[in-house]
């Protein structure tokens, strides 16, 4: 009998500076040219939620079991859920670089919200009252909190701050981050990956630059 083991969690980059960030990229690489998706399956999509905590862990345990229970379902939130996924990256990549949002996209994030907003409560915590969400295991949950998130960036003084990679201009990341530093002159994704290998181009350019000269 073969015995087939238990798929690694995949461990998501959460290194965006905002919720919803970290959810468009979800989708590695360059869109459209060498796109690498991390969003294979519905439990992918909850463990995303689990590790950056638009989900608490004991919630996650239960919608992964009820996922398992109905694949055909789960399969069909997950295509909604990276159809929102794209539709928000687009409405940020279009606000970062100054153009209009598109009213299909818009539609489709909209709709999200809508599905979201009956879950909406306000929770006693320890005898402090905050918004929150209901616990119940539905294969969307995950969904509630990013478009609740993703409204509360695009509608306040932060959207001005969300960047694309400085690789996106070489067609090799489309990853999209929020500014936080005071300056506003991050550049990268990332400095240790994108960042680095920017550096390394430069210095690459410069050497052959004087090696050129000297042999000029």
């Known amino acids: 009998m073969r015995v087939v083991e238990p798929r690694t969690e995949h461990v998501f980059d959460l290194s965006a500076g905002h ?31 689990k590790q950056a905590g638009a989900i608490p862990e004991r919630l996650a345990g239960r919608i992964a079991a009820e996922a398992r229970r109905r694949p055909e379902e789960a399969t069909a939130a997950l295509a909604a859920a990276v159809a929102l996924r794209e539709a928000l990256y687009r409405i ?13 996209d818009l539609d489709v994030f909209n709709g999200a919200l ?3 907003m009956p879950h909406r409560r306000v929770l006693d915590q320890g005898g402090e009252l905050s918004l929150g969400w209901d616990e119940a295991a539905e294969l969307d949950a995950v969904s509630w909190p990013l478009a609740d998130a993703a409204a509360a960036l695009l ?42 290998r920017a550096k390394a181009r430069r210095h690459y350019a410069k050497v052959k630059g004087k090696e050129g000269g000297e042999t000029a």
């Open 155 to 196: 509608t306040s003084d932060d959207v001005a701050r969300v960047r694309v990679c400085g690789m996106y201009g070489e067609g090799e990341c489309s990853w999209l981050f929020l500014d936080r530093t005071k300056a506003r002159t991050r550049r990268w994704c990332s400095m240790k990956d994108c960042g680095n």
């Open 19 to 49: 919720l919803v960030l970290d959810f468009v990229n979800t989708m590695g690489g360059m869109r459209g040219v060498k796109p690498k998706e991390y969003l294979r399956e519905h439990a992918d999509l909850v463990a995303f939620g």
């Open 114 to 116: 809508v599905r979201a």
């Open 92 to 104: 940020f990549l279009e606000r970062a670089e100054g153009r209009r949002a598109r009213s299909a």
